[in-house]
Each structure stands twice: as C-alpha cells, then as structure tokens.
C-alpha cells in the first residue's frame, strides 16, 4: 500500500485549520462531492434507524431498564467514551472544534448500524466538507487512528487470550480448541503484517502514534471498567470483582475473529462464573437491547440534523 503525496506533509497541528475562504480551501467540486457522500450516509442512517426501530421492542426493553440514576449516568458514560476518546485524538491533530465530537457520534452510529468502517468514509467526508484542514490531507490520519485502534484491541486481546485460555477448558460450551487457536494465530498474524508494514502503513510522526495508542488502550480499559460497574448496578448481588472479570472475558471474546456464536459463548460463561441462569441471560439481553436501541435513536436525530442542515445550506 502506497501512501498518497499528500498524506506525506509534515506534522503541524497548529496550521492544521484556517478559517473558510482562507488559502487552501478545497475546490468546489470536492466540497460538493464531499457533501453528497456526507447526505448519502446521514439519510441511510436515518433509513436503516427508522426501520430499525419498528421491529425493536423499544417499551419491553426499558421495562427492564433500572430506574437508578448511577445506572444511567454511567450507560450514557459508556456510551459516550469511544467518539470522546477519538475527539481528544483529532483535537491533538487538527484542533478539531466541538462540532466535531457530532460528527464522531455519527461515524460510530455508522459503524455499528450499517457496516463497519463506513464511519470512517463519512467522518473522511465531514472533515473535507467543513474545509478546516488546509497543510494535511485527513486521510493519512484518519487511517492511522482506525489502524492504531484495530492494533490496541489486537494486544488487549492477545495478553487477556494468554490469560484466560485455562477458562476455556472448564467450560463445554465448544470454543475451545480450533476456534481459539486459529483467532489467536489470525490477530497474532495481521498484528505482526501491521507492524511490519509500519513505515509504509502510518504517515503521522512515531511521538503522535504512541500518543493515539495510548489512547486507544485507556478507551479499551476505560469500556471494560464502565461495562462492569453497569452489570453491578443491575445485580448488585454479584461482587463487581466478577463482572469486571466477566467484561474482560466479553472483550476477550467480542474480538476473536474465528468464534461461533459469540454471544451464546458468552451467556454461557456469565452463567458459569456468576450463577443465576435466569437473571444474567435477561440483563445481557436487556443491556445489548438498550445499546441497539439508542444506536437507533441517535442514529435517527442525527441522520436527520444532518439532512436539514444540509438542506439550509443549499
């Protein structure tokens, strides 16, 4: 893979932005095809959201919702650390301005409702549609973080995978063996590819690479943590030494490549390690029900905001 020219430029974050019709600007006609990508996606959010929504139990899911406030404040938490995390990334590279952390929410939303790394083709599209970036192409940048991030998750994955690998074979719930064996040799291999390549791969300076892998893996912990904490607050019963146990456990799973049935694999575990067959497989589904749910939801305001500013602008 040959990085364009223009990603080549030296890292300056203090010229990085200027102010519309300043030297620099984007011609017209990549504003325009900008826009049009930035449209498509948003009203295909919005599409996918609202009919999303119809077939999604909305009413049953937060009947099962507690009523604590602490629940609550660390869902939205939880919720809100990966565009936050990446918001504080791009505020180091270009000064990204506050509108930007929308922009973020969006490509997440993007990610998670219609297939993964479309975000990123509409977080490209945002940052060339707004016209701030003028010494950087956003491109190189853009790749390297979502690279750094596939990497951080990969070495989280390989040191918890050392491990926990004893747990699997107390379990029969079949992913042992192959399965764990072949994922492990799948994120070791494209790890060691990724590293490899580095120097044609990464176009941002090595200080700043490790600044954004840093981040990355305090976002990684930072989940797993908050993940915990909301699996307590429903069933405080269950020392939260378990279910921070559990959510590395999830996160250990959630990335192996070459695992069937991942969510099954890990209901069966929850069940293991904590009991309450009936308990634990109702507040899984009614967390991963509520996450959907406001994927959906945010997915639709923004999906529509976007529409109608750009439908003000024209």
Do not use: C
Request: charged residues 10%.
């Amino acid at each position: 893979m040959t990085v364009p020219i223009a990603d080549q430029t030296s890292f300056a974050p203090s010229l990085s932005f200027h102010t519309p019709g300043a030297s620099g600007v984007i011609p017209e006609i990549g504003r325009r095809w900008t826009g049009l990508v930035s449209s498509l996606i948003s009203l295909t959010i919005l599409a996918v959201a609202l009919i999303q929504l119809r077939g999604t139990p909305v009413a049953h899911i937060l009947s099962l919702v507690p009523r604590s406030g602490a629940f609550w404040l660390v869902f939205v938490i939880a919720y809100l650390t990966t565009p936050a995390s990446e918001w504080v990334i791009y505020r180091r590279l270009w000064m990204i301005p506050a509108t930007g952390f929308g922009a973020l929410l969006r490509k997440r939303v993007a990610n998670e409702i219609l297939l993964g790394y479309l975000g990123e083709v509409y977080f490209y599209a945002w940052v060339r549609r707004t016209g701030l970036i003028a010494e950087t192409a956003p491109f190189g940048a853009i790749k390297d973080v979502a690279i750094l991030s596939a990497l951080a998750g990969n070495a989280v994955t390989l040191i918890m995978l050392a491990a926990a690998l004893p747990f699997f074979g107390l379990l029969q719930l079949d992913i042992g063996g192959k399965a764990v064996l072949s994922s492990l040799g799948v994120l070791a291999v494209t790890s060691f590819a990724m590293l490899l390549l580095r120097k044609r791969l990464f176009t941002l300076p090595r200080a700043e690479l490790w600044r954004i892998a840093a981040i990355h893996l305090a976002r990684i912990l930072t989940t797993i943590g908050l993940t915990a904490l909301m699996w307590h607050l429903v069933l405080p019963s269950v020392g939260l030494i378990w279910w921070l146990i559990l959510s590395t456990l999830r996160q250990l799973l959630s990335r192996l490549p070459l695992m069937p049935n991942k969510d099954l694999a890990f209901v069966g575990l929850a069940i293991f390690v904590v009991g309450r067959d009936n308990d634990v497989g109702t507040m899984i589904a009614m967390i991963a029900g509520l996450i959907l749910l406001t994927h959906l939801l945010v997915g639709s305001m923004l999906g529509a905001a976007g529409l109608f500013r750009r439908e003000i602008a024209a």
